[in-house]
């Protein structure tokens, strides 16, 4: 296989254990993948193993349709979802699929979250869509995640969790961190009364700030 293939299985076992130790998922549920630049290609993580104990060699290479390349593992059951925002968006590199607490209480009352806290607004760009309910690793959910997702970086899947993706690893890891903060903001924030999402201007300069001042470059 190619380097490019090796070290994306290397970087994906490490994101899997990082979402893991996050408290992002509990056991095995949820899934990470990442392109491989230039080779129509992805690795993405195998379904239903520890992440703590995964190790390069249990990532599954598959091309952009969902077929295997190389490896003996089975891939994740929600293989169809990742390639189809793969080839949805060029742009993306890197998909995590969560399944975390708050994030997934939004998703089961099917209530987007506002950007209403500046890491949401900087990192997200707006409210947190939800993608209509499909049956898990269903070609359906697929369609509806990348439809829901749009030109986005964050969407909740309907009584199921959440996806976020990224121009690299880090950065989906991030999108899903934040959005889970923002969820349990936005509801205990309901707890002390009606949470006040920013304007859409604040929002926007938020992001732009985010994207062109922010951080050492
Ligand atoms: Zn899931």
């Not at 979402?19 to 080779?39: F, I, K, Q």
């Amino acid at each position: 296989m190619i380097l490019r293939a090796e070290k994306a299985r290397e970087k994906v076992a490490r994101a899997g254990a990082k979402m893991a130790r996050a408290g992002l998922v509990v056991g095995t549920w949820g899934n990470v993948s990442y392109r491989v630049l230039h080779e129509d290609l992805a690795v993405i993580t195998p379904s239903g193993m520890p992440y703590d104990a995964l190790m390069p060699r249990d990532i599954v290479v598959v091309d952009l349709k969902g077929n295997v390349v190389e490896g003996e593992r089975k891939p994740s059951t929600e293989l169809e979802l990742h390639v189809a925002i793969y080839r949805a968006r060029p742009d993306v590199c890197a998909v995590m699929h969560t399944h975390s607490v708050f994030a997934s209480a939004m998703a089961a009352a099917r209530m987007p979250i506002p950007p209403m806290v500046e890491d949401l607004a900087q990192l997200v760009g707006g409210e947190v869509p939800v993608a209509e309910y499909g049956p898990a690793g269903s070609r359906e959910l697929a369609e509806k995640v990348v439809s829901a997702l749009g030109e986005g970086n964050a969407v909740l899947l309907a009584n199921h969790g959440m996806v976020g993706v990224g121009e690299g690893l880090d950065e989906a890891f991030n999108v899903c961190q934040i959005v889970e903060k923002a969820a349990q903001i936005y509801l205990w924030a309901s707890l002390a009364g009606m949470p006040v999402a920013l304007s859409r201007g604040e929002v926007l300069k938020l992001r732009k700030d985010y994207l062109t001042v922010y951080g050492q470059q």
